[in-house]
C-alpha cells in the first residue's frame, strides 16, 4: 500500500499547493500545507521599493564621486567602484519584483527576464561579500604587513582580483540562470526563485555548495583579518599610548564594526535562514513548521538587499577625504586632488606609494606620514 505524501508549495514566494519537490506521487489522498503568505505582498514591494529609492540614489552619487571627482584610483577605491557597480545593476532590477510582488505574483516580463532579475540577486549578493572581503585583506595587508603591503598591495593588482571575482561569481551563478524558471498558474505567471519540484533535490545540493564558496570561505576569511586587525591595533596602542589615536587606526576600527554590520544585518540571517527553510523542504518537515521557517525567510529576503544602501556608508564613513568632498560640492570639482587623499580605508604610507604621491608631514591631521 502506497504511503501518503505531503505536498506544499513549489515557490518560495508562492501560496500555491504542489507535490513535495522530488517526492513519489501516489494514489492516496494527499496531505496538503497551505502557505499563509499574505504578508510578502505588503512587505516586499515596500521594501524593495525603499532599497530601489535609497539604493539608487547613494550608489549613483557614489559612482559619480568616484569617477568625476576621485581619480586616479588607488587599490582600494578600485573595489569600492566595483561594490557600487554590483549594488546599482542590482538595484536597477528592482522595480520588476515591485510589480510582480504588488500584483501578487503575476510575472508578464517573460522567462528570460525572470531569470535575470534573479541572477541579478544572488550576482549583487556574492560579488557585495567577494568584494568586502577584498577590502578587508586589502587594509589587514596595510596593518599587519605594511612594508610587504607596498609590493603586494597595488591597483593593477586590484584590477585583475576585481575581474575574477566577477568571472567566479558569474561562473557559480550559471546553473542559476538554467534551474530558474517560470510557470503558468491560472491566469497568473510564476518567477520561480528556485526551480521546478522535480529539480529541486539538485537545486539545494548546487545552492549549498555555492553558499560555501562565496559565502561561507569570505566569512571565515574575513572574521580571521579582522581578529589579526585588533589584535595588532590593540598591541600596537598598548604599547605607545598618545593621546590621540591616528585616523588611519580610527578608519580601520570603523571599517571593521561597518563590514561586521552589514554581514551581521544583510548576509548571515539571510544565508541562515535559507539554509533552515531549504533543509526543511528537503526533508519534509511537517506544515506547521514550515509556516514558520518560511515567513522567518521571507522578512530576512529584502535585508539581503539592504546591503545596497549600507554598502556607501563604508565609502562615507571610512574615507575622511570622501566626506570632505561630499561636503563641499561641485564648487570644488575642479581642485585637483592629491592621490595619497584617496586612501579611504588604507594605511597612508602603503597607499601613498600606490598612488605615487608623497607626502612629508601630517599638516591636515588627516593621519598622513611620512614612510
Given amino acids: 500500500m502506497a504511503t501518503p505524501v505531503r505536498t506544499f508549495p513549489v515557490a518560495l514566494w508562492t501560496p500555491t499547493l504542489a507535490p513535495w519537490p522530488g517526492g513519489n506521487t501516489t494514489a492516496a489522498a494527499d496531505t496538503k500545507c497551505v502557505f499563509n503568505e499574505e504578508f510578502k505582498f505588503i512587505l516586499l514591494p515596500v521594501s524593495y521599493s525603499i532599497v530601489f529609492v535609497v539604493g539608487l540614489a547613494l550608489n549613483s552619487w557614489a559612482l559619480w564621486m568616484f569617477i568625476s571627482r ?14 557600487a557597480v554590483s549594488d546599482t545593476l542590482y538595484v536597477l532590477s528592482l522595480p520588476t519584483l515591485v510589480y510582480y510582488y504588488a500584483d501578487r505574483n503575476n510575472w508578464p516580463f517573460g522567462t528570460w527576464l525572470c531569470k535575470i532579475v534573479r541572477f541579478l540577486f544572488y550576482a549583487n549578493l556574492y560579488s557585495s561579500i567577494l568584494f568586502l572581503t577584498c577590502i578587508s585583506i586589502h587594509r589587514y595587508v596595510g596593518i599587519c604587513h605594511p612594508i610587504r603591503s607596498l609590493k603586494w598591495v ?14 567566479v561569481v558569474t561562473i557559480c551563478l550559471i546553473p542559476n ?11 497568473s505567471t510564476l518567477c520561480h526563485d528556485t526551480t521546478k519540484p522535480e529539480e529541486f533535490d539538485h ?57 561586521l554590520s552589514v554581514f551581521a544585518i544583510c548576509f548571515v540571517p539571510f544565508h541562515i535562514t535559507r539554509t533552515i527553510y531549504y533543509t526543511s523542504r528537503y526533508f519534509q518537515a511537517n506544515c506547521l513548521t514550515l509556516n514558520i521557517i518560511n515567513f522567518t525567510y521571507k ?11 549600507l554598502d556607501p556608508i563604508l565609502y562615507f564613513m571610512v574615507g575622511d ?11 570644488h570639482r575642479l581642485r585637483p586632488v592629491p592621490t595619497c587623499e584617496l586612501a579611504l ?12 604621491s608623497h607626502v612629508a608631514s601630517d599638516t591636515q591631521g588627516t593621519g598622513t606620514a611620512r614612510s
Fill in 70 to 83: 576621485m581619480r586616479p584610483w588607488n587599490a582600494t577605491t578600485t573595489y569600492m567602484i566595483n561594490l
Fill in 154 to 167: 597595488k591597483t593593477k593588482h586590484a584590477r585583475i582580483i576585481c575581474v575574477g571575482a566577477w568571472l
Fill in 321 to 331: 577625504k570622501y566626506r570632505g568632498r561630499l561636503r563641499r560640492g561641485p564648487a
Fill in 203 to 259: 537545486y539545494v545540493h548546487y545552492s549549498s555548495s555555492v553558499m560555501a564558496l562565496l559565502f561561507g570561505v569570505p566569512f571565515l576569511v574575513i572574521v580571521l583579518c579582522y581578529c589579526l586587525m585588533a589584535k595588532r591595533l590593540c598591541k600596537s596602542s598598548f604599547s605607545s599610548p598618545s593621546s590621540r589615536m591616528p585616523s588611519y587606526k580610527q578608519r580601520s576600527i570603523k571599517m571593521i564594526i561597518i563590514v
Fill in 177 to 187: 540562470l538554467i534551474f530558474v524558471t517560470t510557470s503558468s498558474k491560472g491566469n
Fill in 299 to 309: 522578512i530576512t529576503r529584502p535585508l539581503a538587499s539592504i546591503n545596497s544602501c
Fill in 345 to 356: 580605508v588604507s594605511p597612508p604610507s602603503t597607499d601613498n606609494v600606490m598612488g605615487g
